[in-house]
């Protein structure tokens, strides 16, 4: 029992550094850390898109992740179900980020289904 122990640790030991090291593996990684050829004769366009605004106003600042949230983001149409909506706006602001033609349609679905609009806001995007 002992010898097969040390036969099949001794067959792990050399079998996982031959798989880490298999070319497949490789081959897989390495084509995602390196632009494609396609990418490359695009490379001029990159930031090309990039426009300069202006800095947000005085007071802003980024939370720390240990902070306690004051509220949560959601987008609509929802990727998310109701009840846990539902759930959440009984303890925290719920931020909606919806186009402005789609609010109505957002406003009375989270209504239909008893979400508590006092915890609702909108972000327009």
Same mark, same amino acid.
């Given at each position: 029992m002992k010898k097969q122990l040390v036969a099949a640790l001794l067959l792990l030991a050399l079998a996982v550094p031959a798989l880490a090291a298999s070319p497949v593996l490789y081959r897989e990684r390495a084509t995602h850390d390196r632009m494609s050829a396609e990418e490359l004769t695009r490379k001029h366009e990159i930031g090309t898109?990039?426009?300069?605004?202006? *800095?947000?106003?005085?007071?802003? #600042?980024?939370?720390?992740?240990?902070?306690?949230? =004051?509220?949560?983001?959601?987008?609509? *149409?929802?990727?998310?179900?109701? #009840?846990?909506?539902?759930?959440?706006?009984?303890? =925290?602001?719920?931020?909606?980020?919806?186009?402005?033609?789609?609010?109505?349609?957002?406003?009375?679905?989270?209504t239909s289904n008893g979400i508590n609009m006092a915890n609702v806001g909108y972000v327009i995007a």
């Open positions: 898109y990039i426009t300069r605004t202006a *800095p947000p106003p005085a007071g802003t #600042r980024n939370p720390a992740e240990y902070e306690p949230m =004051t509220g949560v983001l959601i987008c609509w *149409p929802l990727e998310v179900p109701y #009840r846990l909506l539902d759930s959440l706006s009984d303890h =925290t602001k719920l931020w909606m980020v919806v186009s402005s033609a789609n609010q109505p349609s957002c406003q009375s679905g989270l």
